[in-house]
């Protein structure tokens, strides 16, 4: 059964950037689509950024041009590196990973994220 390790949340001033990783166990990594949603108090979870097996990319509206996922299959890792954070980007971050034909998710412990104006 794959499991996420994430890390790299943290406090940061409005502008500034952070780097969120997030490790799999398991072999099945570089056939998986990854990613990562967030959650902010009161808010609905909301969608960040994905990356296919194939490294396509795709993100959210708030975050394009900003936020830039990545992935390194021999370390089983994908990288959410975040600049030009804003006080609107504080929330806990999730990670996930799935097939790429299914809706079966596997989601990392969450860290937070917090950008102070």
């Known amino acids: 059964q794959v499991q996420l390790v994430e890390s790299g949340g943290g406090l940061v001033q409005a502008g500034g950037s952070l780097r969120l990783s997030c490790t799999a166990s398991?072999?099945?990594?570089?056939?998986?689509?990854m990613g990562w949603y967030r959650q902010a108090p009161g808010k609905q979870r909301e969608r960040v950024a994905a990356i296919s097996p194939a490294d396509t990319t795709n993100y959210a509206p708030s975050v394009e041009g900003r936020f830039t996922i990545s992935r390194d299959n021999a370390k089983n890792t994908a990288f959410l590196q975040m600049n030009s954070l804003e006080p609107e980007d504080t929330a806990v971050y999730y990670c996930?990973?799935?097939?790429?034909?299914?809706?079966?998710?596997?989601w990392g412990q969450g860290t937070q994220v917090t950008v102070s104006s």
């Open positions: 996930y990973t799935k097939p790429v034909a299914q809706d079966q998710y596997t």
């Open positions: 398991g072999s099945i990594f570089r056939f998986n689509a």
